[in-house]
């Protein structure tokens, strides 16, 4: 028998992994074989396989043995590209939108949407793209992005591609969601779908954990797996292919991400930054954001429980935070910052969560939780900063840009982010110098991408109705 043969017989199979699994005390997640029928354990074969036992050890022992640093770090605040009204602000931007135009008009820039993540705050059934957020239209979170992209493609007479990331949980769904819309008018060869990996979860003591009896607990491993998902699945030679030097990543959640932003695009491209991040002002020192700043020196994110109360209270000369700067996690990625990352065998700090996860308990019966009793592992995409040569933080405005729907229902929910829409269209509105009626209202990406293109467009009969449903 061939190798090949030899490797695909259950048993064989079986018999390389067994030690392994005993040597890292995780031979418990083979209790039910000999109950499991040929496809099922074919499947919990073709899961373990997957698994890089060693990295998992060495993941759950960073995590379960992280203890509080003998000294805390230094924080500093991070130096931004402030936002401003002055005729010197506004020159700034006006030369960094040219940068970013003409890299836009040379097709030189990707949009990055990372969507894999499951969305358990929000309880939604499909994946969060799906999620109706338009007050008028019930426009999609897909929609708002990929309406995006198409207008820029359109306002830039450029072929711009659009790589969109899923977990295996929703990537039928989310490819689904892209058929039924005739992929929102944009060109489907522009659109890619990638599938980011996956981790196990584990118990306290780092034990492997089923969901079924032939099945292990996974979950995506965090939007810092998109590294390594854009290389495994192609896309990144795809986007040299193409001639990409920019990555534009934002996440689905936030449909007022202004997806291709010139000035930002022109920001990081005339710094020769790696890796660049939007930032808004913080609305008070106890907001639960992370905050950009230096941590010993490097620059990264102080996630909230970390930064002191005092420090998160101080103010600067002009009576604004000084530690301000919240992270709304939309990043420029300069693709040779990729390469560098991956060809240095990235390894991304590993992150803790403990949730609840019902799982298969010795007896065969399955439990659901109502403690957490799992820690699930995940990458972040921000713990990429510190190692970025150089590294743009721009602020812009809050009430444009950033609309988070993270929650059903309180902060950050579809309700916030629907007054927001609408917010904006009122402001649209009044600076066309137009009454502002009551009630939802909602500019379409396709109409207008901004406040400038909006009163502009308004005066034109050709550029479709405000609403242009999704
Ligand atoms: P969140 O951190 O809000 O996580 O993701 P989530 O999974 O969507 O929601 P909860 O925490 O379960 O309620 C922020 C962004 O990162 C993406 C999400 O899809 C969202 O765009 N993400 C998150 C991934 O693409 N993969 C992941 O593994 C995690």
Not at 185 to 193: E, I
């Amino acid at each position: 028998m061939s190798d090949s043969l030899a490797a695909t017989d259950p048993g064989t199979r079986l018999a390389a992994l067994r030690p392994r699994l005993a040597d890292h005390g995780q031979e418990h997640v083979l209790r039910f074989w000999d109950e499991l029928d040929d496809t099922e354990r074919g499947i919990l074969l073709d899961e373990l396989e997957a698994l890089d036992l060693e990295r998992l050890a060495t993941m759950v022992a960073e995590v379960t043995g992280r203890t509080a640093a003998a000294t805390a770090p230094a924080l500093e605040p991070a130096a931004l590209i402030e936002l401003g009204d002055s005729a010197a602000h506004r020159q700034r931007d006006a030369e960094a939108r040219e940068v970013g135009e003409s890299l836009l008009r040379a097709g030189k820039v990707a949009a990055f949407l990372v969507a894999g993540g499951q969305g358990t705050r929000l309880g939604y059934d499909g994946p969060k793209g799906r999620f109706p957020v338009g007050p008028v239209t019930g426009r999609s979170l897909f929609a708002y992005h990929s309406h995006r992209v198409l207008a820029a493609c359109r306002r830039y007479d450029a072929e711009l591609p659009y790589f969109v990331m899923t977990s295996r949980a929703n990537h039928d769904d989310t490819v689904a969601a892209f058929h039924e819309a005739g992929f929102f008018g944009l060109d489907p060869d522009l659109v890619t779908f990638l599938t980011q990996g996956m981790l196990p979860a584990v118990d306290r003591d780092g034990r492997l954990l089923l969901a079924e009896r032939g099945r292990l607990a996974l979950s995506p491993d965090g939007h810092g797996g998109c590294f390594t998902a854009l290389e495994r699945s192609g896309a990144l030679d795809d986007m040299a292919r193409r001639g990409i030097e920019q990555v534009f990543y934002f996440q689905v959640d936030n449909p007022l991400a202004q997806v291709f932003d010139p000035v930002f695009i022109g920001h990081h491209a005339l710094a020769g930054a790696e890796m660049s991040t939007k930032v808004v002002p913080k609305s008070e020192p106890g907001e639960k954001v992370g905050v950009l700043g230096l941590i010993d020196g490097a620059l990264g994110v102080i996630e909230y429980s970390d930064l002191d109360p005092a420090l998160a209270a101080e103010r600067d000369d002009e009576g604004r935070l000084r530690f301000r700067a919240g992270n709304i996690a939309i990043h420029m990625i300069a693709l040779s910052f990729i390469r560098r990352l991956l060809s240095g065998g990235l390894s991304l700090p590993v992150h803790r969560a403990d949730k609840q996860v019902p799982s298969v308990a010795p007896d065969g019966t399955t439990t659901a939780p109502s403690e957490p009793n799992a820690i699930k592992l995940e990458m972040f995409v921000f713990d990429a900063l510190p190692l970025a040569a150089r590294a743009v933080t721009q602020e812009v405005r809050r009430e444009d840009e950033f609309a988070p729907v993270k929650n059903a229902g309180g902060p950050d929910s579809p309700a916030t982010a629907r007054d927001l829409l609408v917010g904006q269209a009122r402001r649209w509105l009044a600076a066309a110098g137009l009454s502002v009626p009551d009630g939802p209202l909602e500019v379409g990406p396709l109409f207008a991408l901004d406040q400038d293109e909006f009163v502009a467009n308004l005066v034109r009969g050709d550029v479709g109705p405000i609403y242009d449903r999704a």
